[in-house]
């Protein structure tokens, strides 16, 4: 064999494997405490190779580069190798464990790298929290029985969506007379808690529906509330924040409400017409055309609304043994990326922006056990994809970014970029995975059609938490501190 074959082969063999004592403490399923201690003739050999690497190119005064002596090179560089061997052997320390322990993190290794110092003598020891997929057997999930709900889109159907669509583009006008149903109020919402400020709002526009959905509230019977009511009119409710408001001292209680009218319009819908189509944008060229795309979104919207009802069949079932504790940082750090996975979900079903924000304000209002079962379903889902190979391939971000983009009249590559810009290609990976898992699941299922429950969609929403905001409340409780 040639020289240089030799030193090919030798360059490419493997470094020894690090001789580690780790012990691992569980505080639940999902969390990993661990202390890594790394023997001291692997810290000697990660020294001697780094200084080897180091020797010719070494700059010390009074000597060429690289001709001075190692131990003067030792002395003189100690500190800046001590960082590079100190960056190496975490690095592999925790990729060696993770291999080893069959570790599958979920997150990234919460310690602190200014606090671990590597030794002069013995051993090194550093310690570090984990999140990790829990262990679990994969249920059975071949052949489920599922009821599959099932409906007709028509011709009225057609008609109430499209007074809907024409409503995005209607001329918002004045209102002498008072608010009735499908008016536009113009509000300034005051909350207060035992006569204590909470939070209020700017000037917010809704439509007068029956039910108005605020981030950590719902008022019911808004429609009853406000029928009637006029400019200068004000109105008093009481709303029980739900379990997951931001303000944590008051999740459960009730706080009261102040809902002053500023004014009340009308939409005056536009004329469908040549002049209308020609407006806005020439997607379509007459009435007939937009007919039949509203009814292309029903139908798809009415699939969203079979794959969420199969989900939640599906993932009943796969979950029914999933009794994890999930610790509650981690439902808080994910409940955030959750929402905007669902979000992406509902725009991808052809959902307008009104709908999207009040199924937005529902799942904060829930947002423990909401992130709790979709956690639950996307460590099973994914489970399942990986035994059967299940991979996102580049075709499927493609499709779902067009699909957004054609609901938000925006270019495919803007919805790409700002999709890339705010972190949430991960989010959409997820959604893929989990959508061409539940096909695979649903392929080998039983089905039953039923007739499709019919949600309650007369809901308006509003961004605005009566128990105050994440930043109101942590900037009262910096203020209370202060005190």
């Not at 090919?8 to 202390?35: F, G, N, Q, W």
């Not at 209002?365 to 035994?387: C, G, V, W, Y």
Request: charged share 35%; hydrophobic share 35%; glycine share 4%.
């Amino acid at each position: 064999m040639a020289i240089d074959e030799q030193e090919s082969v030798d360059s490419t063999e493997e470094s020894p494997k690090l001789k580690l004592e780790v012990k691992i403490d569980s505080p639940s399923a999902c969390e990993r405490h661990m202390t890594v201690t790394i023997s001291r003739e692997d810290i000697d050999r990660y020294f001697d190779d780094a200084f080897s690497e180091l020797m010719p190119s070494a700059a010390v005064p009074g000597f060429r580069a690289g001709r001075a002596p190692r131990k003067l090179v030792e002395h003189r560089f100690r500190k800046d190798v001590a960082d590079q061997v100190k960056g190496s052997l975490l690095v592999d320390s925790m990729a060696q464990v993770s291999e080893d322990h069959e570790l599958t993190p979920i997150s990234e290794p919460d310690f602190d790298l200014d606090a671990i110092e590597v030794p002069e003598e013995g051993p090194m020891t550093y310690e570090f929290n984990l999140e990790v997929r829990p262990d679990f057997d994969l249920p059975k999930w071949e052949g489920l029985e599922i009821e599959r709900p099932t409906r007709d889109v028509t011709d009225a159907d057609i008609d109430a969506r499209l007074e809907q669509v024409l409503g995005q583009f209607g001329q918002i006008v004045p209102h002498e007379g008072p608010a009735d149903l499908g008016d536009f109020l113009v509000l300034r919402l005051e909350a207060e808690h035992d006569g204590r400020h909470l939070a209020s709002t700017a000037e917010q526009q809704v439509r007068l529906r029956s039910v108005l959905s605020l981030q950590d509230c719902r008022i019911e019977d808004f429609d009853k509330l406000m029928k009637g009511a006029k400019a200068g009119d004000k109105k008093k409710v009481q709303v029980e924040l739900s379990q997951d408001a931001a303000n944590e001292d008051l999740r459960g209680k009730t706080v009261d409400l102040e809902i002053e009218v500023l004014d009340v319009k009308q939409s005056k819908l536009p004329e469908l017409n040549a002049e209308f189509f020609a407006e806005h944008g020439g997607r379509y060229q007459d009435e007939g055309e937009l007919r039949d795309a509203i009814r292309d979104d029903m139908n798809r919207q009415l699939e969203y609304q079979q794959q969420q009802q199969a989900r939640r069949q599906v993932t009943s079932t796969l979950t029914a043994a999933a009794d994890w504790e999930l610790p509650p940082n981690m439902l808080r750090r994910q409940s955030r990326r959750e929402l905007e996975r669902a979000v992406l979900e509902l725009r991808r079903a052809g959902y307008s922006e009104e709908e999207i924000r009040a199924r937005e304000n529902a799942l904060r209002q829930n947002s423990s056990a909401s992130t709790a079962k979709a956690l639950k379903e996307h460590f099973i889902l994914e489970r399942i994809a990986e035994d059967q190979n299940i991979e996102a391939e580049d075709t499927d971000y493609d499709m779902e970014i067009a699909l957004i983009a054609m609901q938000s009249g925006e270019s495919v590559r803007r919805v790409r970029a700002q999709l890339e810009k705010r972190g949430l290609m991960d989010s959409l990976r997820n959604q893929i995975i989990e959508r061409k898992t539940l096909g695979l699941i649903l392929d080998k299922a039983k089905f039953k059609d039923v007739p499709l429950e019919e949600e309650n969609n007369d809901v308006a929403a509003i961004n605005f938490a009566a128990g105050g905001s994440e930043l109101e409340t942590s900037a009262a409780a910096e203020a209370n501190e202060a005190e």
